[in-house]
């Protein structure tokens, strides 16, 4: 069955990097899409953006534009999510959600979420 | 960007009574050329992923209960819970997937009351 396995917890300070990954397995991983879904502590979610793994495009929502990069390492199934210039606003559990490239392009598989905390 | 606006913010339901939640798009997410309006709804519980629910406004995802159903065409949307059960507490979001960004609504809080 398809699985989505984040990495771990982290923390960092205002102004550093992060970089969220997100393996797949159950599947093969170029026929699905890979969407990054945040949700701020008392917040609704909120969508990043996309990637195709299949030629790596991505699109992102523009508030994250300069700051967000998404990539993968198709030869072990793993995408990942690297956000820049933190700030405190940025604390969130950030997840990772994929669909087969022939559904609809909602959010059918998800990670169990990774908790960035960013703190002085 | 497509703005997606939930009613209400937060909803209390006796068990075993119906919940409405509403969702509106700041444009129709109507695709004419295949009839489908691109608009889903997810599930959102404490310390769990997002489950989806719905998607195409009213096909119900495998394994969903039969008591979820969706509505709505172009820019309005319902999601009703036909007979509320207390694990349908939550919070339920709504998400166009018309164009990118594939924007959410800021959700409803589904509670028993």
């Known amino acids: 069955q398809v699985q989505l396995v984040q990495s771990g917890a982290e923390v960092k300070k205002p102004g550093a990097s992060v970089k969220v990954s997100c393996k797949a397995s159950g599947y093969t991983f170029i026929n699905y899409d890979v969407n990054w879904v945040r949700q701020a502590p008392g917040q609704g979610v909120e969508w990043m953006g996309w990637?195709?793994?299949?030629?790596?495009?991505?699109g992102y929502q523009q508030k994250f534009q300069g700051r967000v990069t998404m990539t993968r390492n198709t030869s072990i199934s793993t995408a990942y999510m690297e956000l820049s210039s933190l700030t405190s606003e940025d604390t969130a559990v950030y997840y990772c959600g994929s669909r087969h490239l022939d559904e609809p392009a909602v959010i059918r598989h998800w990670g169990q979420g990774t908790l960035v905390t960013v703190s002085s | 960007d497509i703005v997606v606006t939930q009613s209400p913010d937060s909803l209390a339901v006796s068990l075993g009574e119906r919940a409405t939640l509403n969702c509106k798009s700041s444009?129709?997410?109507?695709?004419?050329?295949?009839?489908?309006?691109?608009l889903a709804w997810y599930q959102h519980k404490p310390g769990q992923p997002p489950k989806l629910l719905i998607y195409w406004a009213s096909t119900r995802e495998s394994g969903v209960p039969d008591r979820f159903s969706g509505s709505g065409s172009g820019t309005d949307f319902t999601l009703t819970i036909s007979s509320l059960q207390a694990e349908d507490v939550a919070v339920y979001y709504c998400?166009?997937?018309?164009?990118?960004?594939?924007?959410f609504g800021q959700g409803t809080k589904v509670e028993i009351k």
């Open positions: 444009q129709s997410v109507l695709y004419s050329s295949n009839n489908k309006n691109y």
């Open positions: 998400q166009q997937y018309y164009l990118t960004p594939r924007t």
């Open positions: 990637m195709n793994p299949t030629n790596g495009n991505t």
